[in-house]
């Protein structure tokens, strides 16, 4: 259903510019947090062997997928040990789908890797989600909650400020004249600029391997 679903990211085109206009007529929005919402299971593979999967889809911000703007997303790891969800720890690998102007079929997968996620039981029964992970935009920090009774697990996304750059450098330089809202924009904007110069490097890599 659409309660266990996760978001989709956002393409970094038309609709990351509107966004950008309506933040600066309003001046108010926050910045907005990725959202995953779906299951984490137990799956068998074609061949037999079987998986923790985390599944689901995704969205630039809770507002957008309860919009419906959302894309699908898949990480999957090793089985664990015990039957009952979840293990302490887990490792996963997987992609989201995110929406491309360029891509034939309008969106690009975007693979991720290293995310392990650590889940710690709470005193309502649920568990909390706590993990890190990589892709071609950075590394992001997640967190969240899984529910044990119907498997459900919802998580955000935030991706850790950049600093080995010569751009970063200059940026760190400016932290102590910005406020904490200077500094949240700057975040965002230096983000979105990054994941646009990946997109842009990534789709000139596609149409290289199609040469070939």
Known sequence: GAAAEAEPMKEEGEDEDEDEDEDEDEGEKAPEIPVLRGTLAVKKSVSGTE???????????????????????????????SKTLPPKSAEFRGHFMMKSETAEDGKEKVKEKKVKIKFTKLESGKYSAKGEGTNKFGEFDLAGTFNPEDG????????????????????????????????????VAIIHVHIRTQIERGRERMRENMRE
């Open 51 to 81: 998986h923790l999967v985390y599944s689901g889809k995704w969205a630039f911000s809770a507002e957008k997928f309860s919009a419906g703007e959302t894309s699908k997303f898949s990480l999957s790891g090793d089985a664990p040990d």
């Open 152 to 187: 459900k697990m919802s998580c955000t996304k935030v991706y850790r400020k950049v600093e080995d750059s010569d751009e970063e450098d200059s940026e760190d330089g400016m932290d102590d004249e910005l406020d904490a809202d200077e500094l949240a924009d700057l975040q």
